[in-house]
C-alpha cells in the first residue's frame, strides 16, 4: 500500500484530465484549478462541483505496474487468464465513503483488496475516456 495519497482531476467542461501542475487540492476537498500562485485565472471545484472531478488513488498498483485510481475501468482475472464474474470480470473501481474501502462498482463483496490477494487486476481504461469498454453498464 502506497501511503501518500494521490490524485487525478477530471475537467468535464473540456473533457480532459488536468496535469498534476494545473491542480491543488485545499482542506475540506476542494479543487483550486489554474494560477493559484498568483490568483489570477482560477476556480474552486467547490464553487463548480459538476465541472471538476477528483478521483483519489487506491494506493494500489494493478500487474502491469500501472496505478489504480478511483474512476479506473479493471479487468480482473485468476492465473489462468480466467474469470469467475457475471460481468467477465470488468467493472469500476469506486469507493462506499462510510466504510473507507475501495470496491469493484460499489459492491461490498469485491473489495479490491481482497481481490488484489487472490486475482490479477489490470488497469485498461477510465470511466471518461473509455465508456465503451463498459458495455451496457453504467460507469
Known amino acids: 500500500w502506497n501511503t501518500m495519497l494521490k490524485y487525478r482531476v477530471w475537467d468535464e467542461e473540456n473533457k480532459r484530465f488536468l496535469d498534476a501542475e494545473e491542480f491543488i487540492i485545499i482542506p475540506n476537498g476542494r479543487v483550486l484549478v ?38 479506473d475501468i479493471v479487468k ?9 464474474f457475471s ?25 479490491l483488496y481482497d481481490i488484489d490477494q487472490c486475482y490479477y487486476i489490470e488497469v ?7 465508456q465503451e469498454l463498459l458495455g451496457d453498464t453504467d460507469a
Open 34 to 71: 489554474g494560477d493559484w500562485m498568483t490568483g489570477n485565472d482560477f476556480s474552486y471545484g467547490y464553487d463548480e462541483p459538476e465541472r471538476f472531478i477528483l478521483m483519489q488513488s487506491t494506493g494500489l498498483i494493478d500487474k502491469n505496474g500501472v496505478e489504480i485510481l478511483e474512476g
Open 76 to 84: 480482473v482475472t485468476d492465473d489462468y487468464g480466467d474469470t469467475n
Open 87 to 111: 460481468d467477465g470480470g470488468i467493472g469500476t473501481i469506486c469507493g462506499l465513503d462510510d466504510l473507507y474501502m475501495w470496491y469493484i462498482d460499489g459492491q461490498v463483496h469485491n473489495g
Open 124 to 130: 485498461i481504461g477510465n470511466i471518461y475516456e473509455n
